[in-house]
Nanobody
Framework: QVQLVESGGGLVQAGGSLELSCVAS????????MGWFRQAPGKEREFVAY????????FYGGSVKGRFTISRDNAKNTVYLQMNSLKFEDTAVYYC?????????????????WGQGTSVTVSS
């Protein structure tokens, strides 16, 4: 079983930055593919970013590409999401997700393990 704990959410003005963190336990972290998803009120869960086990490969959702950066530190069992140039529409609960084998990493159903989420509110 994998436990994921996110942190770093909060209230920020539009144009500002936040960095989210997600600490994993219960499995060798370097064996986990990691993803970030978000869900705004009344909307479906949306893919934000993915990072491979080694960190060598990343991929972003279209709405965040160029503004958000995903990274990981396997020595610290932690994945990060640096969010810059935040917009009002980035307001959502952000979830960290993990799995060892994923065929379609943009699909939330492909991930078995989820954190509890951290809330990000961007004021306009």
């Amino acid at each position: 079983q994998v436990q994921l704990v996110e942190s770093g959410g909060g209230l920020v003005q539009a144009g500002g930055s936040l960095e989210l963190s997600c600490v994993a336990s219960g499995r060798t972290f370097s064996r986990l593919i990691m993803g970030w998803f978000r869900q705004a009120p009344g909307k479906e869960r949306e893919f934000v970013a993915y990072i491979s086990k080694s960190g060598a490969s990343t991929f972003y959702g279209g709405s965040v590409k160029g503004r958000f950066t995903i990274s990981r530190d396997n020595a610290k069992n932690t994945v990060y999401l640096q969010m810059n140039s935040l917009k009002f529409e980035d307001t959502a609960v952000y979830y960290c997700a993990a799995d060892e084998k994923i065929l379609v990493y943009t699909n939330s159903r492909a991930y078995d393990y989820w954190g509890q989420g951290t809330s990000v509110t961007v004021s306009s």
